[in-house]
């Protein structure tokens, strides 16, 4: 894959992973797509025969992988990060399909950093790690069977992310936040919202959630984050 390629600048985010074998095999689908860099948040020992044998000619993705102890750690630097999910939920709304994702994601590679997060095998990614994502991407499937391997959902959202990017689309010159920065001002938000007393200070989560998704969905620059931030510390001084 050509060094300039624009997909260098997508990490698929293996977190919680149970099996050897299906990091192998997400490692042949990557390599497939022309996809190169690999994040895994919590894995097994996964350099062995079984993950060498179904990575199938791609050993050099899992050995440059690079190994985490959370999904924060594994979102720092990055500018834009997606959640895979099947549980589309009542209260999550930033939901798209994965063409749909590809099509927003690809004029943005230019200039930005992109994650797409997918959770283990069993429960996938759970509440806490769904709100460090600014966007979700569902797999459409039968309603008789939703369950896919993980392997598979990584196949497609990659063939989606390959194709979009293959069509030419004129790149965008935003330049996202860095998503710890905008986790930063998820924290300063909460903070403020619970001094002026807008959220229960035992149960803040349930309306930083929908927050999240607001903000989420505006896909704040480094500006952006700044102005707010702003805003927040002068609510404080006055509160105080």
Known sequence: MPISSPLNNVSIVLVDTRTPANI?????CMMNMGMSRLVLVNPP?????ESVK?????DNILTQAVVTASLADALVGQNLVFGTSRHQGRLRKNIRSPREA??????????????????SEINGLDRRELSL????????????????????AVMIVAYEL???????IRPSTAELAPAEDVE????????????????????????MFSLRQIFGRSRLSG?????????LSTIQRFMK
Not at 54 to 58: E, H, S
Not at 102 to 119: D, M, Q, R, Y
Not at 162 to 168: D, I, V
């Open 45 to 49: 020992k996964y350099l062995n025969e």
């Open 223 to 231: 500006r952006d984050v700044r102005i707010l931030r702003g805003i």
């Open 102 to 119: 590809a099509e927003s994601i690809s004029p943005l590679l230019a200039h930005n950093k992109i994650a797409i997060a997918f959770g």
């Open 162 to 168: 390959f194709c979009a990017s293959a069509t030419g």
């Open 54 to 58: 179904l990575a199938a000619g791609a």
């Open 24 to 28: 192998g095999a997400t490692a042949r």
């Open 133 to 152: 994502c600014h966007e979700i991407i569902s797999i459409p499937s039968s309603r008789s069977f939703r369950s896919l391997n993980l392997s598979h």
């Open 184 to 207: 930063d001002f998820y924290h300063h938000l909460q903070e403020t919202l619970l001094m002026i007393e807008f959220l229960e200070q035992d149960h803040p989560e349930k309306i």
